[in-house]
């Protein structure tokens, strides 16, 4: 069996309406639930993703490990898409690789390596390319583009799962005929870095009821190829201590019946310090 790290991807789509979204995934649901991960979609083509704003601050707040992902057009110039996601993304805090997501009709392998190559030089880190066996390895000159193989890669490659999903199925972890592996990595003996291996995931199970509707909500599953240790290593994290569900119980000291009004105080004061620390240390701003 296979050792993998669970985590999804989003965007607006994880919402309540997608041109004018006012119910969003939860990530603190997400976290409690065991999502390790999460890439987060910024824009597509010229355009930024109507949910990214505040679900990039959600996301921030429940210190959740997360990246950018740019839906990458074939009929957009690859400067005007490149410059829209740096700009998307500039003020954004990310732990994860950012992403070019390749599956439009009509793209090929050299706006691809323009786009990569413009923000990595824009933003001093190399993405990693998101793509599909049936789409890329069917791109002109797919073998023999040796320049892919300074970026990782995350494939979407869907074993048939039926709806809801949760974490990693050990179908998942036991496959030995998925994911279809992509050229030119699997030529060099690279393999994936991230598995997409199903859109059937329980959305309202990991992110709350952000439809506002009784129809089931689908939610895109991933894996990392590697445990949890490896995936903090990779990427330079630290394990988050858990958050604490209740507050620390207070006793105040025993005084003395004699003992003055000034010194009750003092002891009242600690107690409230004490308690206002640990609501700062959930994430109370108050």
Known sequence: MANMTFGIDISVWQSNDAGNPTYTFDPFIAKEKGVQFAFIRASIGSSQDNAVDKVAADFERANLPHGFY???????????QADKFVSVIKDYDYQLPLVCDVEHAGLGLEIVKAWCGRVSSKLG???????????????????KATWALDYDYWVAHYLNLSYPVYDIPDAVKNSTTYPTPLKPWSLNNKSWTFWQFCAAGDGEFYGGDYAKHTDKTALDMDAFNGTLAEFNAKFNLTEQPDIPTEPPVVTPPELPDNTDIDARILSLQLDMLELRSWARGIGYKG
């Open 70 to 80: 740019h839906f990458l057009r074939s009929d957009v110039s690859y400067i005007t």
């Open 125 to 143: 880190v190399k993405p990693i390319i998101y793509t599909s066996p049936g789409f890329w390895n069917g791109l002109t000159g797919v073998d």
